[in-house]
């Protein structure tokens, strides 16, 4: 990876949704820069007062224009005519947003005239959150103790308030193409969901849900859709209503214990994902929102194809050994007297734009985050790391493409060395990557940031197969390349602390010599070469009375990447164990799906 120089900044940085710029606080001051050269833009002036309490500062969502809505079941999405058409007629500028607890100030990047002070005021309470609304026109602002939400107009300078919003950081959404605004509030003792219209926000519709405490809703990625879950205590219960209000399908199951504990959309809509507190990820169809795949995250990792890598440590570096199955993945026991126990799939990431790779990981296994593909139907890569996961995600426009965070050791000298190392994994590559941030001194903890660039026309990354990157030879702080370069499209990070920040490009490197896609020493049963049939996902039907089918534990696997210093490594593999479960036929749990049996017609 090759990175620039460091940059001064006082309280953050942030890369604009497209890419283009990067702003950062600098004393009193908001530099923006020009992302692919570094080389500053524009500076504003600041009150010294107001930038020392800042705590919010974002851009403005991307206009409509410059969003592909995905084809959601067959059905093609279209901007509806006759409102606001401000952003497809090219009027629509970025903005930043800096606010702290009273006072919001917007700035446009290209007017230097124009701004916008918004003052909270002593009567309704601090700012518990602020966000941009469905476009760069309208800010929304939360209040503390759940009072309400004010959605302001920077044209009009009006504003309407909704009372009793239930979250100030959750439970809110725009309806893609239509823009429609729904909110979870809580009022009397009960979940009400109300629709506001997209630009006076008045009441559309609204309607009384039949939870306990309901945690969160997710409109689908072509808006037909509204998906509500209830809270873990009431049992496993996802509700899903028409874009009107209307219940449409109730998924629930008993089970033992605590229920849903996280749910996403696939972002090209096809299924609602939801993650339990039993560490399974249960799959439901858009059509009947019934079940049609389940994966389990066992502590034994026992399956063909699929890579284990574990992170090692030798002095101040970091690397990736991998290791031979069957394995077994470090847990934390489960103590019943906990308030908050350490269980359940409590992140998972889809991979953009297509959502053939899912991350997720299980709160028992801290340390690991699971691969899967949609695709071969199974676990396509585990990684287990030294200290627990922080955060995962996926590059936002090259596909197959994820960075991790961890959390670090609270022990002096080593908490600096942890912080600063960011770990990237790619289906392009022979192996991941433990990368060292090289900051001086790092104050607190290291932050990285995916900054959107353009898939590299040099390299086609397939979605999930033999490939043979070529490296890129260029340097960052060459300022007189043309922007349509190709080296100017590499994979790029934003990386920061406290004090400053600076800006990576990730290269490729080539695969290791004897172990291409022809090579004759790739072992039969390694990712890179083994022949997997996709399954067709345009038809679901009822799952109720298909059988379930396990993979079975695959023959003897080679270790082609064994590094030959394995200091500190955390997976524990028992040769004996091994040898005796390959020669007998067991199945593993750890991926099951629902064969289709016949084709159902559904009425409505």
């Known amino acids: 990876m090759e990175f620039s120089s460091v940059y001064r900044a006082s309280n953050g940085s942030i890369p604009s949704p497209d890419g283009a710029l990067i702003a950062s606080l600098v004393a009193s001051r908001l530099v923006i820069r020009v992302a692919s050269t570094l080389q500053v833009q524009r500076v504003i002036p600041l009150d010294a007062r107001f930038a020392s309490n800042i705590t919010f500062l974002k851009w403005s969502p991307l206009p409509l224009s410059n969003i592909t809505s995905p084809n959601c079941s067959g059905f093609t999405l279209k901007r509806r005519s006759g409102i606001d058409n401000s952003e497809e007629e090219g009027r629509a500028t970025p903005r930043i947003l800096l606010g702290d607890e009273e006072t919001i100030q917007v700035y446009d990047v290209k007017d230097e005239k124009w701004n916008a002070t918004i003052n909270q005021g002593n009567n309704n309470g601090s700012i518990k959150n602020v966000e941009f609304g469905r476009n760069e026109d309208e800010v929304l602002l939360f209040s503390e103790f759940q009072l309400k939400v004010t959605v302001w107009s920077l044209i009009t300078m009006k504003y309407t308030e909704i009372a009793n919003p239930k979250f100030y950081t959750r439970g809110f959404g725009y309806r893609p193409c239509t823009s429609h605004f729904a909110i979870l509030t809580r009022a009397s003792t009960r979940d009400i969901v109300s629709i506001h219209q997209n630009t006076t926000y008045r009441i559309s519709s609204t309607f009384t849900l039949p939870t306990l405490d309901a945690q969160g809703l997710r409109w689908s990625p072509c808006g037909r859709w509204l998906a509500i879950w209830d809270s873990a205590v009431a049992g496993y219960k996802v509700l899903v209503y028409t874009a009107d209000g209307h219940l449409y399908r109730t998924h629930e199951k008993p089970c033992e214990g605590l229920g849903v504990k996280t749910v996403e959309w696939s972002p090209s809509g096809d299924f609602l994902t939801v993650g339990s507190y039993d560490g399974k990820l249960c799959f439901l169809s858009n059509y009947t929102f019934s079940p049609v795949i389940s994966m ?31 394995t077994m993945l470090p ?10 126990p350490k269980i359940g799939i409590s992140s998972m990431a889809f991979s953009n734009p297509d959502g053939t790779l899912i991350a997720t990981k299980n709160d028992n296994m801290p340390n690991t985050v699971w691969i899967w593909s949609l695709k071969l139907l199974r676990p396509y890569a585990v990684l287990v790391h030294l200290n627990p996961i922080k955060s995962m995600s996926w590059h936002p426009s090259i596909a197959e493409m994820l960075m991790i965070q961890c959390s670090s050791e609270s022990n002096g000298e080593t908490l600096s060395k942890q912080s600063s190392v960011v770990y990237l994994w790619s289906s392009a590559w022979s192996k ?6 090289p900051m001086d001194k790092v104050t607190g903890s290291i932050w990285a940031k995916w900054v959107w660039t353009n898939t590299p026309s040099h390299s086609h990354i397939p979605t999930i197969g033999p490939m043979n990157p070529q490296p890129v030879q260029s340097s960052l702080d060459q300022r007189g390349r043309s922007p349509e370069k190709d080296e100017d499209k590499r994979p790029m990070l934003l990386f920061g602390d406290r004090e400053g920040f600076l800006v990576g490009r990730v290269t490729d490197d080539p695969i290791p010599e004897g172990l291409g896609p022809n090579s004759e020493n790739l072992a039969k049963d390694d990712q890179l070469c083994h022949a997997w049939s996709p399954i067709e996902w345009s038809h679901y039907s009822a799952t109720s009375d298909f059988p379930k089918k396990s993979m079975p534990v695959s023959s003897k696997m080679q270790d082609h990447y064994t590094d030959s210093i394995r200091s500190k490594n955390l997976i524990s593999h028992n040769n004996s164990s091994r040898s005796s479960s390959l020669n007998s036929k067991e199945v593993d749990d750890t991926f099951e799906f629902l064969a289709r049996k016949s084709s159902v017609s559904i009425q409505t």
Not at 432 to 437: F, G, H, I, N
């Open 296 to 326: 389990n995250h066992t502590k034994t990792v026992r399956l063909p194809g699929v890579t284990v890598w574990s992170e090692s440590a030798a002095a101040q570096d970091r690397y990736y050994t991998q290791v031979q199955q069957p």
């Open 331 to 340: 847990i934390i026991p489960f103590n019943p007297s906990d308030l908050q």
């Open 432 to 437: 991941p990557r433990a990368v060292q941030v």
